[in-house]
T-cell receptor, first 112, second 114 residues
Framework: SQQGEEDPQALSIQEGENATMNCSYK?????LQWYRQNSGRGLVHLIL?????REKHSGRLRVTLDTSKKSSSLLITASRAADTASYFC????????????FGKGTLLTVNP | KAGVTQTPRYLIKTRGQQVTLSCSPI?????VSWYQQTPGQGLQFLFE???????NKGNFPGRFSGRQFSNSRSEMNVSTLELGDSALYLC?????????????FGPGTRLTVL
């Protein structure tokens, strides 16, 4: 079963609007990361939030983490056409037996 | 610091051939993991190495293998290529064995099997 599941699967907004995507997971974690992937390219690390943190900001990005609900959200404010990409979350529980898994991602389209 | 680098970036092979992909982690990172990404299956974990030892393996056939060298560089090998092996292969590195400082990806190698 997937550990990180993104929601919604697709999101289409206008430039300047905010975009919110969510991630749910099943087991306890050490940290959670959000990534961006432009079509056919590698995953770009956006932000890491640790299990003892509730909110983190980086530029136009805001990530929240609710460990009681096993969920995280990524907010992109004042979106730009260049933000068009797929966004993935991944969770890390540490340890040698841990297999990093990803959901199918959220495909964000920002229309100019 | 330079990021994770992967070579080659693009590769075209024919069925039955074998291929070796290379990954250089971020300087100081000792963990390297590999992933396969296809439109149908999404991102799937292949294996992870830490200090030259394979720590974990995903559900892939034995045709997929890898290794890590003493300088933390890693290679992944796929033998007897099948059409279904066409995919983007991503390598990622992390500093510590529990990945507390994050996992960082390279740009990927696009493999096409004809």
């Amino acid at each position: 079963s997937q550990q990180g599941e993104e929601d919604p699967q697709a999101l289409s907004i206008q430039e300047g609007e905010n975009a919110t995507m969510n991630c749910s997971y099943k087991t306890s974690i050490n940290n959670l990361q959000w990534y961006r992937q432009n079509s056919g390219r590698g995953l770009v690390h956006l932000i890491l939030i640790r299990s003892n943190e509730r909110e983190k900001h980086s530029g136009r990005l805001r990530v929240t983490l609710d460990t009681s609900k096993k969920s995280s959200s990524l907010l992109i404010t004042a979106s730009r056409a260049a933000d068009t990409a797929s966004y993935f979350c991944s969770t890390n529980s540490g340890g040698s037996n841990y297999k990093l898994t990803f959901g199918k991602g959220t495909l964000l389209t920002v229309n100019p | 610091k330079a990021g994770v680098t992967q070579t080659p970036r693009y590769l075209i092979k024919t069925r039955g051939q074998q291929v070796t992909l290379s990954c250089s982690p971020i300087s100081g990172h000792r963990s390297v993991s590999w992933y396969q990404q296809t439109p149908g299956q999404g991102l799937q974990f292949l294996f992870e190495y830490f200090s030259e030892t394979q720590r974990n393996k995903g559900n892939f056939p034995g045709r997929f293998s890898g290794r890590q060298f003493s300088n933390s560089r890693s290679e992944m090998n796929v033998s007897t290529l099948e059409l279904g092996d066409s995919a983007l292969y991503l390598c990622a590195s992390s500093y510590d064995p529990d990945r507390r400082l994050g996992i960082y990806f390279g740009p990927g190698t696009r493999l096409t099997v004809l």
